[in-house]
């Protein structure tokens, strides 16, 4: 039987309902009012929103004090400013009228920012009349459901919600698309040391490396731990392998004196050589020929003695 093709009538059909489903997390702040629907402005509002993009100034906006976003990517928005210097911007901004004729942004600043550096005068931008609190809170939501975010500005804005809004982590979940153990382990984040949190912000730790390290009891013990895990580079699924080290040491060093009684002799004697010559602890992994040799130090001297020892620097 043929397969007949959709209209061009249901794909626009099924765009729409895909835009809909997108932008379900800022129309869910907004309850109540039917989608496009204008609010009526209260007296001495500069502007009425209509649901249609307006060209705005660009100097007419004033940036969001509730932005979650703490860095702006120079590079990204390079690449967007030439984008919108080419072709335009495709998606509007989202701003609220001021008493003052002025605009605020709720969502777009990227776009914004990115029009400025394309040299443009003005921006497509949906106006909406919201409170204060509407326009804070649909910032914050916006903003969670992007990618682009780091762990710790998503931490940060989810506990804004908690604390501004009185949200549970459930509804957290809700308004942006995420699981509720998602939202429960970016706030764990901020159980961790200042100084680890900055490591974290600045992409030196990933969010898999920060969560592994809460499990240790005392912000000491994670300070020392995360300085370990920065100065060897470790993976993900290492730091996990050191933290239940740490948790657990008598059972670790089981594990390792059982591994020691099946590890070939020769290769044992090899490992022992490299740590006698070395000064450091030496792991040997064979199978069969292939492997790698692991040096732990402990410190810049360690490292420089390393150096010093392999290429004679």
Do not use: C
Not at 18 to 44: C, W
Not at 280 to 299: F, M, Q, T
């Amino acid at each position: 039987m043929p397969v007949t093709p959709p209209t061009p009538v249901a794909e626009a059909e099924k765009d729409a309902n895909k835009r809909r489903a997108l932008g379900t997390g800022l129309e869910s702040l907004l309850p109540g009012r039917p989608a496009g629907a204008p609010v009526r402005p209260t007296a001495g509002e500069p502007a009425q929103e209509t649901g249609k993009p307006r060209e705005i100034p660009v100097g007419q906006i004033d940036r969001n004090p509730y932005q979650t976003r703490s860095k702006v990517d120079p590079a990204q928005l390079e690449d967007l400013s030439r984008s919108i210097a080419a072709t335009g911007v495709v998606q509007p901004i989202l701003v609220r009228p001021l008493a003052n004729g002025r605009f605020q942004l709720i969502a777009g600043e990227r776009r914004w920012l990115a029009s400025q550096k394309a040299g443009k005068t003005t921006v497509p931008a949906i106006v909406r009349q919201v409170s204060d609190v509407q326009a804070m809170e649909m910032t914050i939501v916006e903003n969670l459901q992007r990618a682009d975010l780091n762990a710790m500005e998503q931490a940060r804005a989810y506990e804004r919600l908690g604390r501004e809004f009185q949200m549970t982590q459930e509804q957290m979940a809700q308004r942006t698309g995420k699981e509720r153990a998602t939202v429960a382990n970016f706030l764990r984040l901020l159980k961790l040391p200042s100084e680890v949190q900055g490591r974290v912000e600045s992409g030196v730790l990933s969010f898999g490396h920060a969560r592994t390290l809460l499990a240790l009891e005392t912000p000491e013990a994670i300070l020392k731990a995360a300085a370990k895990v920065t100065a060897l580079s470790m993976s993900v699924r290492q730091t996990e392998t050191y933290v239940q080290g740490l948790l657990n040491p008598e059972k670790q060093k089981a594990e390792a004196a059982s591994k020691k009684k099946l590890q070939d002799p020769n290769v044992r004697e090899a490992e022992e050589r490299l740590q006698r010559a070395l000064g450091l602890k030496v792991h040997v992994e064979d199978k069969r020929g292939n492997g790698r040799v692991v040096i732990e130090y402990s410190g810049l001297e360690d490292f420089d003695a390393l150096m010093t020892a392999i290429v004679g620097e």
